[in-house]
């Protein structure tokens, strides 16, 4: 069922919880198609369990998710996630092109191995993150912003139109940081709605076309001038005045 909507996701009333002690309390939010969207908030805030909760891995409460229109339950498959770099295990003898080609597993019926097209998809990801070269490398011999490219080829190689990244910027240097964006801003350009988990608030509103602002609740939801306002972040990073004074002054010059 195909229904015209022009919402990626739209998350109503969600409130998740781990022992009994809530991460996300009644947060609504709804994101339009062909986005590129930060989810910003201070250690603790509940980020990875908005992304978490979106892709059906931790049950909520409360509160519902729709991906374009449908409940997420009966949309398996539309949404393509990126973990943490941390949350993979890289010495598992795999290749690059092999780990891509998961990403097509959805398409492939258990009975079949994966065909011309499943494999002309992989290369293509593999392309769009310029990692060509490296199809037959072991995942365990590539830099730290190389493997998070692979796993970027392996989420656009699914196919889904919707993209979820759990902090892709992570630990990696200023040029691998440049590369990943660039990634981001050509997957947004060929129709893809991507939701970013990001941490340095003073890259955000360069980065994203909208910024998530959370901390167990929603703060605030919309263009960068509108969410990084000093009251705003004042009451989500309390303590952490200078940072956000600096990134409202580099702003607004
Ligand atoms: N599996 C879990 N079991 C128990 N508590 C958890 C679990 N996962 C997260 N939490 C708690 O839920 C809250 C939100 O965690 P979450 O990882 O979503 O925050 P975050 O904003 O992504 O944090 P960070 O920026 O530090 O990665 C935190 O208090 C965290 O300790």
New binding site residues.
Partial sequence: MIIDTPFAIEVSNLTVS??A?P?LLDVSVRIEKDQLVGVI??????????I?AILGFVKPDLGTVKIKGIHAKNAKGQVAYVPQRGAVDWDFPITVQEVVLMGRYQQIAWYNSPCKKDRSAAMEALDMVRMTNFAHRQIGELSGGQQQRVFMARALAQGSDILLLD?PFAGVDAATERAILDVLERAKKSGKTLVV?H?DLSTAAEYFDKLLL?KQRLYAYGEPDIVLQEDLLSQVYEGRLKIFKDVIKKERS
């Fill in positions: 781990y022992n002690r991460a908030g201070p250690n603790g805030a509940g980020k990875s369990t908005f978490k902090e988990v941490h959370i």
